[in-house]
């Protein structure tokens, strides 16, 4: 699968699933993508953000949209990198973000970007092929995880 039809096969997807299906798949993806441990913070974040981003990794998957927005805004407030955040950590908030924006306003287009985000955090591990991007057994797990969580 061209990686332009997995888009279109994950927007399919995202476009069919239920409410719940929606709600599931978010908080599991974020569960699976924010690993505090795994992320340097030290020079990219103050104190108070960087015990914010463990909160809400910790949290990403029971608290509520008002609970995770206070949790991004003190992480925002508190970036130290100017514009050249590691990607690691910039994955991870963009996906808080996501979810969180899903959580607020149930837009789907959200979920398809958290997706995508979750793509992308495999591909950058195992470099897939544009033109075969199931190729590799990560990212044919990975896409399959998506298939199954959202036609659940």
Same mark, same amino acid.
């Given at each position: 699968m061209r990686y332009d039809e997995l888009e279109a096969e994950i927007r399919r997807l995202v476009t069919g699933a239920g409410d719940e299906s929606l709600r599931v798949f978010g908080a599991e993806t974020v569960e699976r993508m924010v690993r505090a441990e795994d992320l340097l913070t030290e020079d990219e974040l103050d104190e108070d953000a960087a015990a914010a981003l463990a909160v809400a990794c910790d949290r990403a998957r029971t608290a509520g949209a008002a609970e995770? %927005?206070?949790?991004?805004? %003190? @992480? =925002? =407030?508190g970036i130290l990198s100017d514009g050249d955040m590691d990607p690691a950590l910039l994955t991870v908030v963009s996906a808080l973000e996501h979810l969180t924006t899903y959580r607020e306003t149930g837009r789907r287009d959200e979920i398809y970007e958290l997706a995508i %985000?979750? @793509?992308?955090?495999? /591909?950058?591990?195992?470099?897939?092929?544009? /033109? /075969?991007?199931?190729?590799?057994?990560?990212m044919a797990a990975e896409y399959e995880r998506i298939r199954r969580l959202l036609t659940a």
């Open positions: 995770l %927005r206070a949790l991004l805004t %003190r @992480i =925002d =407030d %985000r979750s @793509i992308e955090q495999v /591909d950058h591990q195992v470099s897939a092929a544009l /033109d /075969d991007f199931l190729a590799t057994p990560e």
